[in-house]
């Protein structure tokens, strides 16, 4: 459990982590607990750390809707913390959600025998099985995005890696009875808009993704009940496939028999056809040009530094951090201290489930005095690599850029 | 728009308190954007969006907050509040 009074000290000098972790490297960086330099610098005054209620401090965005990433030390360790996990909605109507009332309606137009479920029925009537699952946020790194874009800025922490315990999606559906024409499972949950002529946020996934077993109605993270923020009491998990599926709050399941052409499918979240690897293809939403974005790209982080950060000559030092990717597994992550002159690969972490993340970490030996910069490029098992140069789309999906961190060593 | 303050802190819960803090900058066309901008979302939305943003990046915002959005802006107030935030928070 990460301790809050360091962190606090820690985030108020400005102090960022170094080999030893983050109370003991009292100097200036470039890059700090707010996120990476980089950033707008509009989005870097405009972000503090904030409580919401029940939560650590985290960095708020956006207070409403509230829009929170997590700092970078928490990101450091196996499973993200419940009370650190980021937080993101669309729309301001938050619900305040009582369990004993609530209830999940499955059904529509493709479905034989529509029905409801209380939160006691999903957790008695269904097989409980839990999955190590990343969820990220399409939007992770768009920050970062040169030039910069319009929408959330998210740095690096909408994302966290969790465990999720609930039902499978695909018995539910299996009580209701798919039909044969059922192609898309549509979700929508309990929050809303303000005003009613604002398109009220609800996903579709396609029906073979919806009855995939890992795909699950969860109802407990970390072993504990989801936190109000994390979409209380139940949400969808969507494993490999960034958040924007993670339906939070959930009240509705529909099987549809026409692809669902509400704005938060048909023209948000969208990504070019032809510029990122796909595997998974969401057929019955695609156009020409575009498709929604589905899977999540491969990706790493490094969790235990930031640029700008010093660490002490004639120390050993390590560079680590996570690794992911839609669900393939990571094959390798290589790491340079020379600007990408040299590779070596890092030692990877236990695997922890085919959608979590991985872990891994490289020993510098004792660097000499100067200045380094650190490179961490992650491969998958269906050789997708990291990017060196940013895939740019408008919506600043998918930033998977190899990061370079200005280490200095004195 | 006391009532619709009213409102929002009905619906908003505790976040309108911590909005506060948000200032503004100063400039024609403000009380405009402090008045429509904060019907749906906190004004911090728009400094975070700042300063890469140039005229036209602010129109297709704008725009997009009531033609996607439903946002009610009678049509005549779009260019002050574009010409605020292209001045205030737009690319110099």
Redesign the interface.
Same mark, same amino acid.
């Given at each position: 459990m990460f301790n809050r009074r360091e962190f606090l000290k820690a985030s108020a000098s400005g102090v960022v982590l170094g080999a030893s972790g983050p109370a003991s490297a009292p100097l200036w960086a470039a890059d700090s607990l707010l996120g990476p330099a980089s950033l *707008?610098? #509009?989005?870097l005054?405009?972000?503090w750390l904030?409580a919401l *209620?029940g939560k650590q401090p985290l960095i708020?965005? $956006? %207070?409403? &809707? &509230?829009n929170y990433e997590t700092p970078l030390p928490y990101l450091d360790q196996a499973f993200t913390q419940n009370d650190a996990f980021f937080v993101r909605y669309h729309l301001? #109507?938050?619900p305040q959600v009582d369990a004993a009332s609530w209830k999940l309606s499955v059904g529509g137009e493709a479905a034989d025998k529509p029905f409801t479920l209380t939160l006691e029925q999903l957790k008695r009537d269904y097989e409980p099985v839990e999955i190590a699952a990343l969820c990220i946020c399409s939007g992770n790194r768009r920050g970062l995005s040169e =030039?910069?874009v =319009? #929408?959330?800025?998210w740095g690096y922490g909408a994302m966290g890696n969790a465990k999720w315990k609930g039902a499978r999606l695909k018995d539910v559906l299996a009580r209701a009875g798919v039909k044969k024409e059922a192609v898309e499972v549509v979700f929508d949950g309990a929050d809303g *808009?303000?005003?009613?002529? $604002? *398109?009220d946020f609800v996903k579709s996934i396609p029906l073979w993704k919806a009855q995939e077993e890992n795909t699950i109605l969860a109802y407990a993270m970390n072993g504990e009940p989801l936190p109000h923020w994390n979409g209380f009491p139940v949400r969808a998990v969507v494993p490999g496939w960034t958040a924007t599926y993670w339906m939070k709050h959930l009240t509705s399941i529909q099987v549809v028999n026409q692809p669902f052409k509400g %704005?938060w499918m048909a023209?948000a979240y969208r990504i070019p056809k032809g510029k990122f690897p796909i595997v998974d293809r969401f057929l019955s939403q695609e156009t020409e040009i575009n498709t929604p974005i589905t899977e999540m790209v491969v990706s790493s982080l490094i969790t235990n530094l930031q640029d700008g950060a010093v660490l002490p000559a004639g120390k050993p030092a390590v560079v680590r951090g996570v690794a992911w990717d839609g669900g393939y597994g990571i094959a390798d992550v290589q790491v340079s201290i020379d600007g990408g002159q040299n590779w070596r690969p890092a030692e990877l972490g236990p695997q922890l489930g085919r959608y979590a993340w991985r872990q891994w970490s490289y020993a510098v030996g004792s660097p000499q005095p100067g200045s380094y910069t650190v490179m961490a490029k992650a491969t998958n098992r269906v050789g997708a690599s990291q990017t060196f140069e940013l895939v740019f789309n408008p919506a600043g999906y998918h930033n998977n850029v190899v990061q370079r961190l200005s280490i200095k060593v004195a | 728009m006391r009532r619709l303050l009213c409102a929002l802190l009905l619906a908003g819960g505790p976040a309108l308190a911590d909005e506060a803090q948000i200032q503004l900058k100063d400039g024609p066309g403000a009380p405009l954007v402090e008045a429509y901008c904060v019907m749906c979302h906190s004004l911090d939305y728009i400094p975070m969006n700042s300063v890469f943003l140039d005229r036209k990046g602010w129109e297709a915002s704008v725009n997009k907050m009531v033609k996607v959005m439903g946002a009610p802006i009678p049509s005549q107030d779009i260019p002050a509040i574009v010409d605020y935030l292209a001045l205030q928070y737009g690319k110099p």
């Open positions: *707008p610098s #509009g989005a005054d405009s972000s904030d *209620p708020k965005k $956006t %207070f409403r &809707p &509230p301001a #109507g938050i =030039p910069h =319009p #929408g959330v800025q *808009p303000v005003l009613e002529k $604002t *398109p %704005f023209s | -």
